[in-house]
């Protein structure tokens, strides 16, 4: 089933993607979306936020930054791609 994101997410992924970075996913919860990304940007790593969430019932550490007007996540376990 093919969802129709809405045009700022479309357009943070489509930006991301240009940049040669692999997008696993986008979540709207919040009015910006989350992407969830594989690799980070060397410049969005100084400016991440260390959080901590809950995967199947597992701790995960992962970060997060804000990117031109989205957010931008990854995980910091390589095991968990």
Known sequence: MNTVLP???QL???RLSSMGLC???????????IVRIKKP???NVNGATAITERVNGQLIKACIASF???????YDDENHY
Do not use: D, L, M
């Open 7 to 9: 045009p700022a997410a």
């Open 12 to 14: 943070a992924r489509n």
């Open 23 to 33: 997008v696993q996913g986008v979540t709207i919860i919040n009015s910006k979306p």
């Open 41 to 43: 940007v060397r410049h």
């Open 68 to 74: 031109e007007g989205f957010y931008v996540k990854w």
